[in-house]
């Protein structure tokens, strides 16, 4: 089973003194630490094969090198043109964001709105896929003039476009469990070499454990940013609340100890996709020893991806495969 050695023997030591210091009680302690100790036995999911994880995340022998939405500094991110322009740059895959429209249909978008990125105004949720497909997703690029024409792609045309140039795909799912794993499970029916060339990564575990439910055979990765609860991803508090920042905190700290303590035996992943400012070579080495890969994002300098290309041997997301830029977030 997954949920031996001694992987679990911190967490659980944890657990122990905390429910012996709340309780009182050695046996109530002991009861709980073993309690959860059966309950990863009996839920936790068993990771991919570990053939088809090493075709996904190391597809030609060495660190991939992942285009960010498609690579969004050089393309408009989450276009079929993003992916073009990250094959012709050298990427090894892309990393598109799942999403949905008001009426099912699965696109690819980062926001739960459309403002950022399109000349259009809303929430996904209160605009048909009519209604986006009339949008311009290169409007507000920097390289708008070059990118003319293209639409927000559905998620199967992005799939296709992807398997036509040879790029794994990363699905970055940002929400909408259930409904995510059946379009996911489905389009893994009808392309079945996506087995050997994606995988299914959240910030959400629950979502990553679903699709490990649904289908046994994909790679799954658990996505993390410590502080993202409380912080958003350039660094500014969400909110303005002071007693909501501190309480989203204590949830960061709880969460961050859980993914790193349990959760990942749990869900049955095969990958850990962090910030690049958390790994190490002692972090790549701690995963490793445990069966799992680590993947940076986002790594943005050529300094940063020969360090991790070289050095880490450690495969990286990228904004850019042509220059240095600033993260995009």
């Known amino acids: 089973m997954l949920c031996h050695g001694e992987g679990l023997l911190g967490p659980l030591t944890v657990l122990l003194g905390a429910a012996l210091a709340l309780s009182r009680s050695p046996w109530l302690a002991c009861l709980l630490a073993a309690g959860l100790y059966l309950a990863l036995h009996l839920f936790s999911l068993e990771p991919a094969a570990p053939q088809s994880a090493q075709r996904v995340l190391r597809p030609r022998g060495a660190a991939s090198r992942i285009a960010h939405r498609g690579g969004a500094h050089d393309a408009p991110e989450n276009t079929l043109a993003a992916i073009r322009q990250a094959a012709e740059n050298g990427a090894t895959g892309v990393e598109l964001d799942l999403e949905f429209t008001a009426d ?98 959240s910030f959400m575990p629950d979502i990553v454990y679903k699709m490990r439910q649904a289908d046994r055979n994909v790679v799954t990765a658990l996505t993390h940013r410590p502080w993202h609860l409380s912080h958003l991803g350039d660094g500014t508090p969400r909110f303005s609340s002071s007693w909501k920042h501190y309480l989203y905190m204590m949830m960061d700290v709880v969460l961050d100890w859980s993914l790193h303590s349990f959760l990942w035996r749990l869900c049955g992943v095969s990958a850990f996709l962090i910030q690049k400012n958390f790994v190490s070579q002692e972090y790549v080495r701690h995963w490793s020893a445990r069966g799992v890969q680590v993947v940076a994002w986002t790594v943005n300098t050529f300094a940063e991806k020969h360090y991790y290309e070289n050095i880490l041997n450690c495969s990286y997301i990228t904004d850019s495969l042509v220059e240095d830029c600033e993260p995009h977030y």
């Not at 949720?125 to 927000?152: M, Y």
Request: charged content about 25%; aromatic content about 8%; some cysteine.
């Open 104 to 201: 099912g249909v699965p696109i690819l978008m980062h926001d739960e709105t459309v403002e950022r990125t399109t000349d259009g105004s809303g929430r996904l949720c209160d605009l048909t896929f009519d209604e986006i497909r009339r949008l311009n997703p290169s409007a507000k690029h920097r390289l708008w003039s070059k990118f003319q024409g293209e639409k927000v792609p559905t998620l199967r045309e992005a799939v296709v476009e992807s398997l036509h140039h040879n790029l794994t795909i990363y699905f970055d799912v940002k929400g909408h469990a259930s409904q995510a794993v059946n379009a996911l499970k489905q389009l893994y029916l009808e392309f079945p070499p996506l087995y050997s060339s994606s995988i299914v990564c």
